[in-house]
């Protein structure tokens, strides 16, 4: 069964601190994205990779960073994370040929920054 | 005004009744279209998929594309409280970029 692990299900960390949101995924996708979610605002993409070391904003990049060493592996990072981006963190992942677009989403990742 | 709009809800209904739901896009682009089912606490599983127009049906659920109303609908017949979750629509067309809606959550009471 095809599967996008987000190790960190829950996390509280203080404004100012530094977040890494960890993502695997072991399809051999090419393509990998990461969201939140806010009541009301739905899903509005950060950051997306489509090769190993290759990154592309989203829509909401500021604050945020991304790191792809590796194929299977995708990190989020919040450098000084600030209240507003408390939220749920969504990872997936996609073949570069899936022609409709359809993503395989990881469990998410809770964040509460106090 | 978003490319694609869904009431969020909530939606409540009976066991057994069967459950509408939709989505409008402004988009005329827009040809692959998507319904994921997100329990919570939970990421999004996609439930189904529909290229340009038409019907699709699996199960219980049924995925409509009107194209030329730019409306899409999910149909849950005999609905169960199991089915209890957010359905959230999402659409790209060429580009790739996948564009969903706010997601309505249902509740189908026992």
């Known amino acids: 069964d095809v599967k996008v692990t987000q190790s960190s299900r829950y996390l509280v960390k203080r404004t100012g601190e530094k977040v890494f949101l960890e993502c695997v995924q072991d399809?051999?996708?090419?393509?990998m994205f990461w969201y939140r979610q806010d009541p009301g605002l739905g899903l509005r993409l950060i950051y997306f990779?489509?090769?190993?070391?290759?990154?592309e904003k989203g829509d909401i990049p500021e604050g945020y960073s991304v790191s792809r060493e590796k194929k299977e592996r995708f990190s989020l990072i919040l450098e000084s994370a600030s209240t507003n981006q408390t939220s749920m963190y969504l990872c997936?992942?996609?073949?570069?040929?899936?022609?409709?677009?359809?993503?395989?989403f990881g469990a998410g990742s809770r964040l509460t920054v106090l | 005004q978003k490319e694609v709009e869904q009431d969020p809800g909530p939606l409540s209904v009976p066991e057994g009744a069967i459950v509408s739901l939709n989505c409008t896009y402004s988009?005329?682009?827009?040809?692959?279209f998507m319904w994921y089912r997100q329990y919570s606490r939970k990421g999004p599983e996609l439930l189904m998929y529909?290229?340009?127009?038409g019907n699709k049906e699996d199960g219980r659920f049924t995925a409509q594309v009107d194209k030329s109303s730019k409306y899409i609908s999910l149909f849950i017949r005999d609905s169960q409280p199991s089915d209890s979750a957010t359905y959230l629509c999402?659409?790209?067309?060429?580009?790739?970029?996948?564009?969903f809606g706010q997601g309505t959550t249902l509740q189908v009471k026992p």
């Open positions: 997936a992942s996609k073949r570069t040929n899936s022609g409709a677009n359809v993503l395989t």
């Open positions: 399809m051999d996708h090419e393509n």
């Open positions: 990779s489509y090769d190993v070391k290759m990154k």
């Open positions: 988009n005329s682009a827009f040809q692959y």
């Open positions: 529909t290229y340009s127009s």
């Open positions: 999402a659409m790209s067309g060429n580009t790739g970029k996948l564009i």
